[in-house]
């Protein structure tokens, strides 16, 4: 079965939100991350896999280091995609205004 | 120009707070989720059962084409006109599950109002299936005109 990998899948997990935040202000190597957190060092590794493989963090080479850094492309799309629920909340709500506006109309011409 | 309506889904929690501000009287604007005649026209739907008190149930249904192609149905906990609705409100055939939702209603002016909708999900996951509804129906929309756009270039 092929896992399924996408922002959102990455974002549900707390210590995944934690990393985000952790190189949210600057590029860190994996163990750098890893003593930040009380898990295993391979359970670290594998939230930063999952993370690198839905494109939140992206890894540098640097001389014999990888540093991971935020991709903030990436995680715009996280930000935007609450907007299209939104979208459909507002149109509702506006349709629900027009509807009861028509019924005040009524009432007057009464 | 700041949004009528705003959405608020913290990260870490399991719940969706939805606020609107309406031109429309309190009393109206609670009529609108009150008597089925209106709820049918705003949302779309049909209402085949609507017991606005304690313990009452509703159910909506809409049909495409003599199809049904949506049913929702809930438990009515609290109903005090023009204040307060507690329910339970579950769409079925879907994968979001059962939610609660808190609906409270509030007088700004005489002419104005505001609905203040709290909905709690059974878990995180379940809130996220919700939020990816409309996105991933974006995408498969976007999906389609890009289709029909290449299948006119043919």
């Known amino acids: ?14 210590t995944r939100r934690a990393i985000l935040l952790l190189v949210a202000t ?36 640097n001389g014999r280091e990888i540093y991971y850094h935020l991709n903030p492309q990436k995680m715009k799309e996280v930000a935007d995609f609450i907007e299209p629920f939104r979208k459909i909340w507002d149109d509702r709500f506006n349709k629900l205004e027009a509807v009861m506006k028509s019924k005040i109309d009524e009432h007057k011409k009464k | 120009m700041e949004q ?3 959405i608020n889904a913290e990260e870490g929690k399991q719940e969706i707070v939805i606020t609107r501000e309406f031109d429309l009287p309190l009393e109206l604007l609670f ?16 209402v ?24 929702a149905n809930g438990t009515i906990h609290e109903f005090i006109p023009n204040q307060k609705i507690i329910r339970t409100f579950e769409m079925e055939n879907m994968p979001i ?5 808190f609906l409270e209603f509030e007088k700004l002016t005489d002419d104005t109002s505001k609905l203040t909708m709290q909905i709690i999900y059974r878990s995180e996951q379940h809130r996220a299936e919700q939020l990816k509804l409309p996105f991933a129906y974006g995408i498969n929309m976007a999906h389609s005109k890009l289709q029909e756009i290449i299948n006119k270039l043919k």
């Open chain 1, 26 to 61: 600057q590029s860190m190597t994996a163990g750098a991350i890893a003593s930040n957190f009380d898990t295993a060092r391979p359970t670290v590794s594998k939230h930063l896999q999952i993370l690198a493989e839905c494109e939140l963090l992206k890894q540098e080479q």
């Open chain 2, 48 to 71: 085949l059962k609507i017991e606005n008190k304690k313990h009452g149930s509703y159910a909506f249904e809409t049909s495409h084409d003599g199809k049904v192609v949506f049913r």
């Open chain 2, 97 to 101: 599950g059962v939610q609660l939702e």
């Open chain 2, 31 to 46: 009529k609108a989720y009150e008597e089925p005649e209106f709820i049918e026209q705003w949302m779309g739907t049909k």
């Open chain 2, 4 to 6: 009528k309506t705003k």
């Open chain 1, 1 to 14: 079965m092929k896992i399924r990998r996408d922002v959102f899948q990455a974002i549900a997990d707390p």
